[in-house]
């Protein structure tokens, strides 16, 4: 530091250097701006001065005078003087120059007139005091000032125990314990305490901590006890205050010492005025924030233990009561925890309202953990009701309630109360977030809040807020959520079974939209049960008393398990209702108790539930399918269910339900759609089934009341309240024509998109599922919407198709209903306008609106397809075919009087009721008589509709179909565009198309072809029915029998034909009749014909469902069976055809027992239908034929015989030839009786052959074919035992295909030898040698030859009469089966065989009473499509010979068709002169030993041929059996009937049989002129034949002993029927 005394002031002293130092000094003392430096340079300066002094540079006299004039310069220049001094004294006392202190010593004695005495003793040592003479000895001085400083410092002069200073305490006690309600302030109190400190020498410290006392005491005067303290701090440490209330909680901190709530409370009011600060006393309470958190982690910890007990299975009830025993134990500890003064601070803060301070202190610590502790939640309810009171008394309180007000707090710095809904927002919110679920405590606060919320969700919903307040009322709304999910919901479980705040709630809930009320259910069930110890352990004894409950619930017990399930439901209906659905998707037989035990819920757990049966069925881990892929799992099933059951019966809102469905469409999902149906099957009463009663079909083409009354199963009547409320749920949240519009787009969808990866079957059952959906869903808007309501709804036609894309039969489907009002209101419009009440006013009136509705419908539809389709049919038809309904078509009278007759019936069971009160019989009646009334005029009105709706059409159809093609092209159009696709619709629109296609015709439509639209219908239904789902089936077998109906009325009889067929349009044809006097009706189909034609459709029927049945594929046969079923009444009518699906779908029942169960239940239900059907059946000719009538006569006699038949015997030579398509068509159908024709040729033929000299031989050829044919089809029928095994479909297919491949003119060849070949076979008594032989040879092959006699004749006689004799040939063939060693009872491998069994006995006796009533008769009825010979028979043949010619005329006519040239050789061989019946017994007899020997010679060379066969064609195993059943049947004297023997098509195996025959037969003529020594040799060499084809085969040693058997009982069946003759 620079000097500020220069060395040349100093030298210079006396010239200028005084004069310099004074200067400085002034200058230094008035420089003020630098007040420390200056004070600090004039020490500096002063210093350096005394310091030349010391060293001797300056006298000190000179010193002291320049001092001298310096001090006045400052106030504080003595003291700073004093101050050098000091600094100088202590460094020269350590110097050793004695000088240099002399010096010092001398300056300071000079300048002691500047510097007081006082100042240098406080400031220099004793000894240098001592020398300047200033105190005589400084020992002394020592000695003094150590005494002083001990009784400054070290003597107590202030009390702070009471007993040390007992009246200075006792007077400042009286003076706050003093009544203070007069005049007296805390100011005087404070002077009076401070004079008692001062005179009594008080501790200040120790009076504080008796004031506090005393405040603690005396609570009520904060008023006077605050503003002392706090005037009282002025004269203490901040700190002080802090401390000694420290001190205070410390004392009660050991483990028995209670915290007194007074401390508690006076803390609280210091730290809410602010005298103290939070920080500063939080670290004198206990516990330590860490144990805090420990304790809360140690409860989350034991709650979960606590769940996991509860979740265990314990099997001793030992076990349960020692865990009770030691539960109590856990609960006695941890009922006394230690005391927690930090919540003690908290509580009394919250009792006197300081908010900010308890929010800070509830920070400190886990969430929730504060108000978990009972004092704590009630004190800050209590807060929150004082604060909300005005707000609450303004809005919340309900009409007519009273209440309670609560009086706010006295203290001014307690929370403002809430007067507006925004206050709310401020602190009350806040406060009952930090509560939680501790709310549950206060039950009244929780109603409040709740009231609250009411109310604000009114105020919200009102539109007449400015955009400010709106958004204000956005952020509280979504505050009032964020309560609801986490306080409000949370304390409703741990409330006790409160119905009523369940209710509460519900009241604030309902003015939620669903979303955000299954949002809080969604939090609530999933999210809020884990945030809190006690909510876990709640959810563990909430799912621990349901399990108890729903083990026990029973339907006996459901109203006391109702109310427990209420109770439980009231608090904890989320956890509850998620573990009841869990049950009820496992065991459905639950759903009925379930549901009626839930009539105890509160509004709140309803919707609850609605919410929880959404989740369940989106819950994304369970499958909807079974394992097997093809079923819609049962879960779902018992969901949907339940859904349907439980929305009915219960208020429950339906719009979540509903919309989940339809997001679940939109995202291309169908399952869900089970669930729509159930809920709009129960709670409207619409059922969507397939087993309509044809009865209930009618009525539901009435009017609404025959339909409530007659078309449903269940009853209609409980709806009206449930479909209403679907209704509105509908309409409130615009779903009615989203949920058509996806269901009608999601059908494809089903196929298209969401089953690609799908089993088909379940792909078919989704289809239907989502198709029935829409019908049902679909007639629910029609029913219930108001009209205005479901035209405001649906657009337009072209809208819904090309906007939409809508299939178009749904698409007119939805907008049916929409055009009928328009034009009944139209109508009405018109009506009004003019009065005029004549019928052809009304019906001009009708058809003018009809045309002002449906026009722009024309318009619209062109749209829909391409141009070219509008070429052949009109837009006007194609609107009105899909526009219309039964109930436009016709009126149900029969279902009208059905109902008028029920009602009846109840009016005179009322009034024979005796029992019955008068008033309440009047009312039963009144109610019947009115229902009667609205039936009859429901009828009137509708047949006044029908009548006017048939007049539009007769005008309307000249311009329907346009046929700028060809007809046929119109009718391909009209079944692809209009009946196809809306066949399948409905069961009732099934019925429609079919009625529809009759009115056409009834209308004479010009360009319209019934026939052709008939013929198209039947011919090929294969491809419709495989492409089919199951319930498609269903409606188009309901269409087939509608319109199978129409053409079997036809059919029945002529008037009825000729009157409505006989000259309409629709009949024309190109239908030459050749050779047949039909001039004048050339080109209409005329009676006869058409009764062909109806066979024709009949067999094509029965050829495409054997094609359908044959083909093993699963929708193929559960589809034909379906439809086949459906159309049941009208077919088949046709005995052989029935006994061919007999026998195909007996074979179904076999294969599929094992395999396919569903399908196994169908044929064997099909089954037992047709065979009770089986009676009304008829034989071929007598279906179908055409010739005089007296030989009519015959003909009908012969087919009486039992099952005659089937066959066209009447056809007539000139048969005619339908010339458009269907000529091969016919030749098909007439292959295929010829089936059975030509067997009667053999039969027939056999009778010349006998006057020839050759009647042996034919005899013994008969019977040597015979036998290989038995032994064959016996081989046969043990390949389809192999067959029956799975491996049984391709050989069948196999055989179907050879059977098609084989060209017409080898058939045809084959059919001539067959014929030529019978009429060589003799029938007459030359039995009775047949059957000797017939022993013998079996006798001598016996293991070999015979077999199948008696199977096959078995098949046959069943085929022939199923119905008498079933038992006993049960037991013939249960002897064929052990004769084979327990081999399966096999069919015949290229029959269709029947399933029944059939007695011989029976048969013999028909033979008699045939030959009794049938003597003159051909033996036309005892050919049979399995073509045995039969035996018995020829002898009738030959009684008659005239009527054989007849017949075989017959069988002629009937092959002309097909095959003309062999026709012509068959007609020769018919007219060879036949003979007497005594003559061929003679010829019989002479040539029976020769005929034996060459029977055995054909026997041979048959085998040997067809072996042969066989190689060319794999068909022949299955052929052979026939030809053999067929003898066998000619044999028996009976007449099968099933012509189809082949997999694939009916007609063709009768065909192929015969084919064979013809060629054995043809065979066995020629070898009959060999001699019997050759016929020897060839008997033997055939058995070795036999066994060689065998070989061939490839037929196990069973199937020969089996045939042995056989072949004896046909021997005793032989020998019987010749006895009877």
Not at 75 to 94: K, N
Not at 796 to 809: A, G, K
Not at 1374 to 1382: I, L, T
Not at 1423 to 1429: D, F, Y
Request: charged share 30%.
């Amino acid at each position: 530091m620079a000097a500020l005394l220069p060395a040349e002031w100093i030298k210079n002293w006396e010239k200028g250097g005084k004069n310099e130092f004074v200067q400085l000094c002034r200058t230094l003392s008035e420089n003020k701006s630098h007040d420390t430096m200056g004070f600090r340079d004039i020490q500096q300066a002063l210093y350096e001065l005394a310091y030349h002094v010391v060293r001797g540079n300056l006298k000190h006299d000179q010193a002291s005078n320049v001092l001298g004039d310096v001090i006045e310069f400052r106030e504080d220049m003595p003291s700073i003087l004093a101050d050098v001094f000091c600094i100088l004294d202590i460094e020269t006392s350590c110097l050793e120059e004695k000088s240099k202190r002399d010096h010092f010593t001398q300056l300071v004695l000079a300048c002691l007139y500047l510097v007081s005495d006082t100042v240098l003793k406080e400031r220099l040592d004793p000894e240098t005091l001592e020398s300047l003479g200033l105190i005589k000895q400084s020992q002394q001085f020592n000695q003094k000032s150590v005494k002083i400083k001990t009784k400054l410092f070290y003597k107590q002069q202030k009390f702070n125990l009471l007993r040390e200073e007992n009246e200075g305490y006792a007077k400042l006690i009286a003076e706050l314990g003093q009544d203070l309600s007069g005049n007296i302030t805390s100011d005087l109190i404070l002077e009076n305490i401070k004079s008692l400190i001062g005179c009594f020498n008080l501790d200040p410290n120790r009076v504080l901590d008796i004031i506090l006392e005393v405040y603690e005491c005396r609570p009520e005067y904060d008023d006077f006890f605050v503003p002392l303290i706090e005037s009282y701090m002025y004269m203490c440490e901040p700190q002080t205050l802090c401390h000694i209330l420290g001190f205070k909680f410390k004392f009660y901190q050991d483990p028995s010492g209670e915290t007194p709530s007074s401390l508690y409370r006076v803390a609280a009011v210091l730290l809410q005025h602010n005298l103290i600060d939070l920080e500063d006393l939080y670290v004198h309470l206990l516990p330590g924030d860490n144990a805090i958190i420990e304790e809360h982690k140690r409860e989350i910890v034991e709650a979960k233990q606590i769940v996991r007990k509860l979740t265990m299975v314990v099997l001793s009830s030992e076990k349960t009561e020692e865990k009770e025993k030691e539960k109590e134990k856990e609960e006695e500890k941890t009922e006394k925890p230690p005391d927690n003064q930090k919540l003690g601070l908290l509580e009394a803060l919250l009792k006197i309202g300081d908010w900010q301070h308890a929010q800070s202190i509830m920070d400190q610590m886990p969430p929730f953990y504060a108000t978990s502790h009972k004092s704590i939640a009630i004190a800050l309810c209590q807060l929150v009701h004082v604060t909300i009171e005005p707000l609450y008394r303004r809005v919340g309180v309900p009409k007519g309630a009273k209440g309670s007000p609560i009086s706010s707090l006295p203290n001014k710095r307690a929370p403002k109360q809430a007067d507006s809904f925004e206050d709310l927002r401020k602190e009350v919110f806040n406060m009952l977030c930090y509560l939680g679920p501790h709310l549950s405590h206060d039950p009244i606060l929780f109603a409040k809040v709740v009231r609250l919320g009411k109310a604000f969700m009114k105020e919200f919903q009102s539109d007449g807020s400015k955009q400010e307040d709106k958004e204000k009322m956005e952020i509280l709304f979504s505050c009032l959520l964020s309560i609801t999910d986490q306080v409000l919901l949370p304390s409703l479980s741990l409330m006790d079974c409160n119905a009523c705040m369940s209710e509460e709630l519900w009241g604030m809930f309902k003015t939620f939209p669903y979303q955000y009320r299954y949002r809080l259910y969604g939090q609530w069930k999933n999210e809020t049960y884990n945030s809190h110890p006690l909510l876990v352990k709640v959810k563990a004894q909430t799912i621990d008393r349901a399990k108890y409950i729903m083990k026990r619930l029973t339907k006996e017990n459901v109203k006391p398990s109702g109310r427990q399930i209420g109770k439980l439901s009231h608090s904890n209906p989320t956890i509850l209702f998620d573990y009841i659905l869990s049950q009820i998707q496992k065991y459905d037989n639950l759903i009925t108790p379930v549901v009626d035990s839930l009539k105890y819920l509160t509004s709140l757990n309803y919707d609850v539930l609605a919410y929880c049966i959404i989740e369940a069925l989106a819950n994304p881990e369970k499958e909807r399918m079974k394992h097997d892929d093809t079923t819609i799992s049962s879960w779902l099933q018992s969901l949907a269910s339940f859904c349907g059951a439980v929305f009915r019966k219960y208020p429950i809102e339906l719009a979540g339900l509903l919309q989940y469905v339809a997001n679940q469409l939109k995202a291309g999902k169908s399952f869900d759609l089970l669930i729509l149906k159930e809920v709009v099957q129960k709670m409207a009463g619409i059922e969507i089934t397939e087993e309509m009663t044809m009865e209930q079909l009618e009525a539901m083409t009435g009017g609404e009341q025959l339909k409530a009354e007659g078309g449903y199963f269940g009853q209609i009547r409980n709806t009206k309240k449930s479909s209403q409320r679907l209704k509105d749920a509908l309409l409130d949240h615009d779903l009615a024509l989203p949920l058509c519009l996806l269901m009608a787009q999601q059908r494809n969808g089903v196929i298209f998109q969401e089953g690609g990866e799908k089993h088909l079957k379940l792909v078919g059952k989704l289809y239907d599922q989502c198709h029935d959906t829409l019908v049902q869903f679909g007639g629910f808007l029609a029913s219930n919407l108001s009209t205005e309501d479901y035209i405001k709804r649906v657009p337009s036609i072209d809208v819904l198709c090309n906007e939409f894309h809508t299939p178009h039969d749904a698409a007119f489907f939805l907008s049916r209903p929409m055009y009928a009002h328009h034009i009944s209101s139209k109508y009405d419009e018109l009506k009004k306008a003019e009065k005029g009440n004549k019928q052809q006013h009304k019906v001009h009136k009708y058809i003018t609106s009809c045309e002002l509705v449906m026009a722009p419908v024309h318009d619209a539809v062109i749209s829909l397809h391409l141009p070219k389709v509008w070429d052949d049919i009109s837009p006007q038809f194609y609107a009105t075919f899909w526009s219309l309904t039964m109930y436009d078509l016709a009126v149900p009278h029969s279902s009208y009087d059905r109902e008028v007759n029920k009602l009846k019936v109840q009016m005179k069971a009322i009034d024979d009721n005796q029992e019955m009160p008068p008033n309440k019989k009047k009312k039963e009646k009144e109610r019947c008589t009115a229902l009667q009334d609205k039936l009859l005029e429901e009828e009137k009105k509708q047949l006044e509709h029908v009548q006017r709706v048939l007049q539009r059409l007769k005008l309307e159809k000249d311009n329907w179909l346009l046929a700028k093609s060809t007809k046929n092209e119109t009718i391909t159009k009209f079944l692809q565009l209009c009946i196809f696709p809306r066949c399948i619709f409905s069961a009732i629109d099934a019925v429609y198309c079919a009625h529809f296609v009759e009115l056409v015709h009834q209308q004479k439509t010009p360009n319209f072809s019934t026939l052709l639209c008939y013929d198209r219908v039947f011919s090929d239904i294969i491809y419709t029915v495989a492409s089919c789902t199951e319930n498609e089936a269903s409606r188009y077998g309901r269409f087939l029998c509608c319109m199978l109906e129409t053409v079997t009325r036809w059919h029945s009889d002529r008037v009825i034909y000729e009157k409505e067929c006989g000259n309409y349009p629709g009949f024309l044809t190109i239908l030459r009749a050749t050779g047949f006097d039909g001039g004048n009706k050339a080109d209409q189909l005329d009676y006869e014909n058409f009764r062909h034609v109806v066979h024709k459709w009949h067999y094509k029927l029965t050829k495409a469902s054997v094609h359908c049945l044959e083909t093993g594929e699963y929708t193929h046969i559960r589809n034909i069976l379906i439809v086949l079923t459906k159309i049941l009444p009208w077919y088949p009518k046709v005995l052989n055809l029935g006994q061919a699906l007999e026998r195909r779908v007996h074979k179904i029942c076999q294969e599929e027992k094992e395999k396919r169960p569903d399908l196994y239940a169908l044929a064997m239900g099909y089954s037992g239908q047709l065979k009770s059907r089986k009676p009304f059946m008829i034989p071929e000719n007598e279906f179908h034929h055409k010739d005089p009538p007296a030989r009519n006569a015959v003909a009908a006699t012969v087919q009486n015989g039992p099952g005659g038949a089937g066959m066209p015997t009447s056809l007539t030579i000139n048969t005619v030839r339908l010339e458009e398509g269907t000529t091969e068509e016919t030749d098909k159908l007439k292959e295929k009786s010829q089936g059975v024709v030509k067997v009667i040729n053999k039969a027939v033929n056999a009778t010349p052959k006998v006057t020839t000299s050759n009647g042996n031989s034919a005899s013994n050829s008969k019977i040597t074919k015979e036998k290989d044919d038995k032994e064959k089809s016996g081989k046969e029928k043990d390949k389809e035992k192999k067959d029956k095994t799975p491996a049984a479909t391709p050989e069948m297919k196999a055989l179907g295909k050879d059977g098609k491949d084989k060209p017409k003119e080898e058939r045809a060849n084959k059919d001539d030898k067959a014929r030529e070949i019978k009429e060589k076979t003799p029938k007459s008594d030359k039995e009775k040698e047949k059957v000797k032989k017939e022993e013998k040879a079996s006798k001598e092959e016996k293991s070999k030859t015979v077999v199948t006699i008696i199977e096959s004749k078995s098949t046959a006689e069943k085929e022939r009469e199923k119905e008498p004799s079933r038992e006993r040939d049960v037991a013939k063939e249960m002897k064929s089966k052990e004769n084979a060693k327990g081999g399966e009872k096999v069919p015949v491998a290229g029959s269709l065989k029947s399933p029944v069994p059939r007695s011989e006995t029976s048969e013999s006796e028909r033979e008699q009473k045939r030959r009794k009533v049938d003597t003159h008769s051909s033996p036309s009825h005892s050919s049979t499509v399995k073509g045995t010979a039969m035996l018995p028979k020829v002898p009738l043949v030959s009684e008659n010979y005239s009527s054989l010619r007849v017949i075989s005329i017959h069988f002629l006519q009937d092959n002309l068709n097909e095959l003309k040239e062999s026709s012509a050789k068959h007609y020769i061989n018919h007219t060879t002169p036949t003979l007497s019946k005594s003559k061929e017994r003679e010829v019989d007899k002479k040539d029976l030993d020769k005929s034996r020997e060459r029977s055995r010679e054909r026997e041979k060379k048959d085998e040997k041929d067809r072996k042969d066969r066989k190689r060319d064609h794999s068909n022949s195993d299955r052929e052979v059996p026939q030809d053999s059943t067929k003898r066998r049947k000619e044999e028996n004297g009976t007449t099968g009937s099933s012509k189809h023997s082949k997999s694939e098509s009916p007609s063709d195996s009768p065909r192929l049989n015969e084919k064979e025959k013809e060629k054995n037969k043809s065979k066995s003529s020629g070898k009959e002129k060999g001699d019997s020594i050759k016929a020897e040799k060839m008997e033997k060499s055939s058995s070795g034949s036999k066994k060689e084809s065998r070989h061939d085969k490839e037929k196990p040693e069973k199937k020969e002993k089996r045939d042995s058997t056989g072949g004896k009982e046909e021997k005793k069946h032989h020998k019987s029927s010749d006895k009877h003759r």
